[in-house]
């Protein structure tokens, strides 16, 4: 039996369209980077805002913390120029956020000579800190 190149080309795309539909190509975001059940967020505010320098410490600072066991996920940033808005607050300088498999892993981290270590030699540099943690619902 010979087959044309166009009903290969129909067969083929009936094939992909079965598979596509039936999940089988669709890959889930949620299996590939699940999100952490606990996000830590951390508002840090320079007492020295014009100092570069002392924002280089304060990032590098909070970068470190990624090697304790029990973080997940880190991201470190800054205020972003996004629209200014009323519900949006960019007044902090440094941003940290953290992600936990759970209650227990954070507590870990709380107390770990690793975190301990970064409060005791950065926390001369902020004026101010705020934190946000958050568990995820199902």
Do not use: C
């Not at 039936?22 to 606990?38: D, F, V």
């Not at 304790?68 to 200014?84: L, N």
Request: charged content about 20%; cysteine-free; aromatic content about 8%.
């Amino acid at each position: 039996m010979t087959t044309t190149r166009r009903e290969f080309l129909t067969a083929s795309a009936i094939a992909g369209a079965a598979l596509a539909s039936s999940g089988a190509l669709a890959k889930s975001t949620t299996a590939i980077n699940p999100m952490p059940k606990l996000l830590h967020h951390v508002f840090f505010w320079l007492k020295n805002p014009e100092s570069k320098e002392d924002l280089a410490k304060l990032i590098a600072g909070v970068k470190s913390l990624a090697a304790i066991e029990t973080v997940r996920s880190i991201h470190v940033g800054v205020p972003a120029s996004t629209e200014k808005r009323e519900v949006v607050d960019n007044s902090y300088h440094v941003s940290e956020l953290l992600g936990f498999d759970d209650v227990a892993g954070q507590d870990i981290y709380q107390v770990h000579p690793l975190h301990k270590k970064f409060v005791d030699e950065h926390q001369h540099l902020w004026s101010k800190v705020v934190v946000y943690d958050a568990l995820a619902v199902d």
